[in-house]
């Protein structure tokens, strides 16, 4: 039991240190360079294929998020929505996937405080609390 629980901690504090970026993240930091849909998707396209090309398997380009982004782009080319349309999809698009993201990291923060495993006296200290108490007894 112990020993599947410190493997799961352990997945998570390697997930956790991971320097891959998110689909979505590389489209946040062109917000900050362009004001338009166009311009943002066009950079954060760029970006994500700039990261694919070093990767032998990149995932990013089959993102759920990026095939909304071109599909966007798609939509606006045929003149099906307009500039200002696109932003508005765009920016709903990203607060959902950016709120996903908190709501994730806020699990595992919570997952952390409910459970200290780490402790410079004892080498495994369970800090049980009434939700977590089936997994401690």
Known sequence: MIKKLLTFVFTIFVVSCSTNKLSHEYFSECEELHNTFSTISKCGLNKVNESCINANDCHLTKDRFVNIIEQLNLMLTK????????????????????????KMLNKMNTFRNDYNYISLDKPLNLNCNLRFLNVCM
């Open 79 to 102: 003149k099906e929505i307009s500039e200002d349309e696109a932003f508005f999809r765009y920016l709903n698009i990203i607060n959902s996937f950016e709120n996903d993201k908190q």
